[in-house]
């Protein structure tokens, strides 16, 4: 997907830090390489050390949810590169400890392993960055596929947490005994820097913008609304929500405090266009949260830490726009039909909405009238049952050339079960369509 300058801004920051850092490591470490084995491996791993603590700190600014970071990105697309940085993080770490141990054997006179307790007993603060190497390691196990799977989301996030532990943990033996931080004075100035400013944009967007904004808002629960057997609105009031600025189409993550809530921030969609006196979710039941999230008491107050997402009309490049909505994937183009109607764009819309039976179908009184209102036309789509559907079976990129004569021109906004995404983003591209011109939303931040 092609990057646009901003994003390519936040490249350019990354990779100046890792120019400051490797000119400053060539100029006081790298001279050792080829000195002798001992010396070779101790530059080595402090090249590994500093990385490693960068790049746990660049973590930090990828779930960290700065504002300009996240409009630029998305958080779905920083959650993956978050992913993939972190085991980054792990192998530099692997780096780091076994190169050091190695590079100190032959001074001590000792095997390998021996060296460690040296280590511990001769190096300030090293026991707390063993601590902080084991966490890591730790951590990036949990955050395997295959772990994921058998953890509850709520245990995997605890654990995730001690990244936190893990970087401070780590700091003391930095300063301390980083040869680069000793001999060069700015640059120990510019460590410091490059964690207290990461530390305080997290305190900034996780805590304080969070409780400021319901300070601003006093979001509560107003109602809720029972829609199916699984499917619930939750009605969020509070005050000058109408200032709560959001674009159809995103999402937030919302923390109910109430006893047996309060525990998790789970994400929803803001499944109502901006504008009303109140904010509005429609969750499905999946698991242990939203299986009690109905019992909700009314006036619970409720943090709301968003708007995020790039899933808006902003994204829309042509006169033709399709909305393919899989089950609750329906609500934000619930939304995005509510922000149409009322901006009346000169687009010609089609809306998609596909469910297993057509009892699965919610918000379809609403969701007409919207239509109607947008001059767009609806689509129903159920691929088991005999209820009243426009369209029986699966739908796929033929289906849709079918009902649209052509895919050309055409934006595609595709919400649903991840399958029948990535199915229909395949077979959209095979039909060449360009990547730019789909535009997805995926209801899970961690690949699971
Ligand atoms: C951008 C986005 C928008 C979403 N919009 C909607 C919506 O409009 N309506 C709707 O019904 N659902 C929506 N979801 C999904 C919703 O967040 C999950 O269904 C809900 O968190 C499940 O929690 P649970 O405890 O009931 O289920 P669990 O069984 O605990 O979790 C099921 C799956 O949900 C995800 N999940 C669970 N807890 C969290 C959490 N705290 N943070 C992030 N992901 C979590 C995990 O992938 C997990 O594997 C959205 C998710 C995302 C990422």
Redo the contacts with the bound molecule.
Sequence with gaps: MQMTWKQWRWILLWAVNIVIIFAVWASVSAPLIGTDYSQTLRAISRLGGLYAAYTLLVQLWLIGRAKLLEADFGL?RLTRIHRWNGFAAVLLALVHVPTLLASYAPVYGVQIPQVLPIILENFEDTTKALIAELLIFGIAASSLVIARRKL??QWW?YIHLLTYVAIIFAFGHQVHNGRELLQVQWFNYYWYGLFIVSFAMIGFYRFFMPFWRWNTHRFRVARVEKLSANVYHIYISGRNVTDFEYRAGQ?AKYWFVARGFWV??????I?IEPGGEELR????I??????KLSKIPKGTPVVIDGPY?RFTLDRIQSKKVVFVAGG?GI?PIRAMLGELAVQKRSLKAQIFYAAKTTDEFVMLDEIRSLARKADATLHLVASEGSGRADIRGLLTADVLRQELNTLASTDFYICGPPSMMKALRRQLRAAGVSNELIHT??????K?
């Design positions: 779905d509850k989301y996030y999402f998790d921030e789970h994400p929803f969609t499944s979710i429609t969750y499905k999946l698991g242990d949260f939203t299986g997402g609750i609500t939303e995926e209801f899970s931040l961690v699971s």
